[in-house]
């Protein structure tokens, strides 16, 4: 199955229509995602839908193999936040290696599957790294050897240490599947 599947049936209107029958239907666990995995329990369908937003706890798509709708149950657990300290490179260019010139280095403090925290000296963080500026982070994560990329959306820079240290909280966009992955199992790690 592929993305464009499942893509199509995303049932806003549906909703409503099928809440009366949430009782007997069979649910989806997946976790909270603007892509939601979804695998049909009725026929085994497999595919990705895309939200606008985050979903809500609960919502329903029908599935387009056997056509039964599908009450998707969202796992909160998919927003934990790991403490961490990771060495990161950062840049606004769109950077390959961890040594190269462009990047400057900081921490990461905590990382969850949505985004993380960064700890950088604040001579790093001018004015031109705040809040909506679009950074390439790479990093690796423990017992995973090769370098993560990840395309992160400053949402917001505050002092940390007075002032000689800036924390930047990061919103990943275009999480490619690997990666999520990859995160996911650091994150299924004993702290
Ligand atoms: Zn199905």
Wanted: glycine share 6%; net charge positive.
């Amino acid at each position: 199955m592929t993305v464009t599947t499942l893509k199509s049936l995303l049932v806003r209107k549906a909703e409503s229509e099928f809440r009366s029958r949430k009782a007997g239907m069979k649910p989806s666990a997946e976790y909270p995602s603007l892509i939601v995995r979804i695998c049909c329990p009725y026929c085994g369908a497999t595919g990705r839908i895309k939200r606008q937003q985050l979903p809500e706890p609960d919502f329903t798509v029908r599935c387009p193999r056997c056509g039964e709708a599908v009450l998707v149950k969202t796992n909160r657990r998919g927003c934990y936040r790991k403490s961490a300290s990771i060495p990161v490179s950062y840049s606004p260019f769109d950077i390959d290696r961890l040594d190269d010139q462009r990047a400057r280095n900081g921490r990461i403090i905590d990382i969850s599957r949505r985004g993380m925290a960064v700890r950088s000296n604040s001579l790093n963080w001018s004015q031109h790294y705040g809040s909506g500026v679009f950074l390439t982070f790479l990093f690796s994560l423990p017992f995973v050897n090769d370098v993560k990329k990840i395309r992160g959306e400053i949402v917001r820079v505050t002092e940390d240490d007075g002032g000689n240290m800036r924390r930047a909280g990061v919103k990943f966009s275009n999480l490619d599947e690997y990666t999520d992955n990859a995160i996911r199992f650091f994150l299924s790690l004993s702290p």
